[in-house]
């Protein structure tokens, strides 16, 4: 686990002022060591999380592509990392990015569009979820609740393609 000293010091290496950074000049809780820790956590991962999609992506070669694809999705864990758990934490994440987006576009289909990718991002949560126990109590209304997660995405993206799709009278 890095300290937050270490955080720092990786964003200054990188050149990047936390200070001047809208996300993290905002909060009540300043003073809250685990906020600034998360903060600064937040804050480099948006900067990896950008690196990384640039590295794999910046190539029109398909072949590739696919092959950038494969090394970074077939790296190796870290000692002591849970994939089911950062896969919940990235489905989480993911949700939230959604949702951050939807205010900023303007056309009609982005909102609706919007909406199915964050029903199906909240249905992979939950199945994470199951993951670890199918078959436990309790788990019937998490299998109810993704089912219908996934069923009012698949109706949102049907509908608007339905609604793309139709002939002009």
């Not at 200054?12 to 956590?41: C, M, Q, S, W």
Request: charged share 20%.
């Amino acid at each position: 686990m890095a300290t937050i000293a270490q955080l720092r010091a990786i964003l200054a290496v990188l050149h990047i002022d936390p200070g001047d950074i809208d996300a993290l000049a905002y909060t009540d809780t300043d003073n809250d060591p685990a906020v600034e820790r998360a903060k600064l956590a937040a804050l480099l991962q948006c900067v990896f999380s950008s690196e990384l999609r640039s590295a794999v992506t910046n190539t029109a070669d398909q072949h590739e592509l696919a092959r950038r694809w494969t090394a970074a999705s077939t790296q190796r864990a870290l000692d002591g990392e849970n994939a089911t758990e950062q896969a919940h934490f990235d489905a989480h994440w993911l949700h939230n990015r959604i949702d951050a987006l939807a205010p900023r576009h303007t056309s009609d289909q982005a909102p609706v569009l919007l909406d199915a990718a964050a029903r199906a991002a909240e249905a992979a949560q939950v199945l994470l979820s199951l993951s670890g126990n199918p078959h436990g109590d309790g788990t019937e209304s998490l299998w109810q609740t993704a089912l219908d997660d996934l069923a009012s995405a698949f109706h949102l993206i049907n509908d608007e393609h339905n609604a793309i799709t139709q002939p002009i009278e």
